[in-house]
């Protein structure tokens, strides 16, 4: 790396050290001030001539940048010019989203992000990240050592083959990882110095990817079976070696490999899968908000998840382990959960069932009281009517499936009915929440997993809080630059969820918003990164010395964008 953060021993001044001057500065986005270069820097630096003369405060450059954002006519423009910033100023571009977060975000991530993955191989621009082709298994440990800086902090890797609810984006998946990193920093102050996104590509069976002339990635088939797994073991042992201290975040695999990874490396190596983990965390927070609303206990919800993914299987375990520390039985707990699909409710009918749907599949005998029109196919509203739950979440990504009968069945046995639409990006969502509101007569409690405006109904003003996994993950990974955790656990993600829910103010719950707003949630994350370093201490997996001063430690590790002092020492 070409820089180094030191601090002056006579004024205790934090400053960044180059080795270089002129247009190298400018050219890389880490050292790069832009025309925030000071007087005395452009004289040490021999910059002079390669800035107009004016010295802009880092105000004015956020007001020219921000014009220019605006000025845009589409979302996906507004992304193409944020990754510009992106690529050439690192702290601009976050000090822009820090100051602007609720208009950013859904920019950068969620929903516009899709978007970009569809139409990165034409929209690409620079070189970020690793990409790790299948054809290039035998040099994984070299590549990975081609990363700038020696101690990764976090790695996001994705092989593209589940984005959000778009399915398989092959290499224009690279945008996930980025994304995702991007919030690492933002919500949660890791150094977006040490941040590594990779893309794992072994091909694609988007046949639009494979016939575009422009697509970057490798045109193939998917590479299946043991020699993918032997892709993923190779990649994992050159993480292990190279960056032994990292934490790796799995994201956006399909799901029986999403399932299949974590399951694999889990008690090796510290990692954890936002899409199973992250998701259930702030799912469960989102329950816990409501029903201080509700008024109602935990033991007594009952939740039908509509949709059977890796998302499904990671909200439903830590729901169960949840309602466990309640004082339920592991069986008792779990008969609180149905879970539909495709084919309708699983039940024990079907001749062959995944192992997280037998879990979960509901027995013969209940199923044989039922009211319904087909016992081996039974419809979600149908569902609802005979099991009577209290909360509804969407996992689907199928638009529409929480139409007003189903909704209007779940109002009809809730005096103030739980209904999550979760599934990204927006056009995905199961149903939208100014419906919701009105088919219940305003009753619902709505909670999204893509940002939604406030909605109305009966002249009653409603803000949709989103059920955004960045309220969790990035805390994943403050826990782990403070904390030095050795290894997540699902116990820690059950810690996170109620340090989240904890953030929620009556303001929020008075708005029906489940969720504390985006401009807040540097906090948040620095209650579930405090919340996951407590348990991580009481399981032994993080040295008891962590605790001493543990909100100001994390507090104090969070990087903020703002320019330091530029000095040149060779």
Not at 80 to 100: A, V
Not at 283 to 310: F, P
Not at 327 to 344: F, H, N, P, Q, Y
Request: hydrophobic fraction near 40%.
């Amino acid at each position: 790396m070409d820089f180094s953060i030191k601090v002056d021993p006579r004024s205790w001044q934090v400053y960044m050290a180059v080795p270089q001057k002129g247009r190298a500065l400018l050219i890389n986005p880490f050292t790069n001030k832009g025309t925030a270069f000071t007087a005395r820097e452009r004289d040490e630096l021999d910059l002079h001539g390669l800035l107009p003369p004016a010295v802009c405060s880092i105000e004015q450059q956020l007001e020219r940048a921000c014009e220019n954002f605006r000025a845009k006519p589409n979302n996906l423009e507004k992304f193409i010019y944020l990754t510009s910033l992106n690529d050439r100023n690192e702290t601009l571009f976050f000090r822009l989203l820090y100051e602007h977060i609720d208009e950013m975000v859904p920019i950068i991530y969620t929903p516009t992000v899709g978007e970009a993955c569809q139409r990165f191989s034409h929209i690409y621009r620079r070189a970020r990240g690793l990409y790790i082709s299948y054809e290039q298994r035998h040099n994984i440990e070299k590549i990975l050592g081609n990363f700038y800086w020696k101690n990764a902090s976090v790695i996001v890797v994705t092989d593209g083959e589940r984005i959000l609810g778009l399915g398989d984006q092959g290499a224009g998946a690279m945008a996930i990882p980025i994304g995702k990193l991007c919030l690492y920093t933002l919500c949660a102050g890791i150094s977006p110095y040490s941040t590594l996104p990779i893309m794992l590509d072994v091909g694609t069976d988007n046949e639009d990817r494979l016939k575009d002339p422009l697509y970057l990635g490798l045109r193939q088939k998917r590479v299946r079976g043991e020699e993918y797994q032997a892709f993923i073991d190779t990649f994992v042992d050159g993480v292990q070696k190279v960056f032994p201290n990292v934490l790796l975040q799995w994201e956006d695999f399909l799901k029986g490999n999403a399932i299949k990874q974590l399951k694999r490396f889990k008690e090796t190596l510290c990692t954890f899968n936002d899409d199973i983990q992250g998701t259930a965390a702030v799912v469960l927070a989102g329950i816990y908000s409501a029903l201080r609303i509700t008024g109602q206990s935990l033991r007594d919800a009952r939740v039908l998840i509509a949709g059977a993914g890796a998302a499904a299987q990671g909200i439903a375990n830590l729901i169960v382990s949840a309602l466990q520390e309640e004082g339920l039985c592991l069986i008792e707990a779990r008969k609180r959960i149905w879970t539909s699909d495709s084919k309708g409710l699983v039940t024990k009918t079907r001749s062959v069932l995944e192992e997280f749907k037998v879990t979960y599949a509901r027995d013969l005998d209940e199923i044989a009281t039922y009211e319904c029109k087909d016992r081996s196919r039974i419809s979600l509203e149908e569902t609802i009517a005979n099991s009577k739950p209290t909360v509804l979440i969407g996992l689907s990504a199928t638009p529409g499936i929480f139409g007003e009968a189903v909704v209007k069945a779940m109002a009809k046995h809730n005096e103030r009915p739980i209904i999550f639409p979760l599934s990204n990006p927006t056009s995905k969502s199961e149903c939208k929440p100014e419906d919701v509101l009105r088919w219940s007569d305003g009753r619902a409690i709505v909670a999204t997993g893509s940002p939604f405006p406030p909605a109305e109904y009966n002249r009653q003003r409603y803000r949709i809080g989103q059920c955004n996994n960045a309220f969790i993950f990035p805390g994943v990974g403050l826990s782990k630059t403070v904390g030095h955790i050795r290894l997540v656990t699902d116990s820690m993600f059950l810690a996170a969820a109620k340090a989240l829910a904890e953030m929620v103010t009556a303001s929020d719950l008075e708005q029906c918003a489940l969720y504390p707003e985006l401009r807040r949630i540097r906090g948040c994350s620095r209650a579930v990164a405090c919340a996951m370093i407590k348990r991580a201490v009481t399981e032994g997996h993080a040295d008891k010395e962590v605790l001493i001063n543990l909100e100001q430690t994390v507090k104090r590790a969070m990087w903020f964008p703002e320019y330091l002092p530029v000095r040149y020492e060779p």
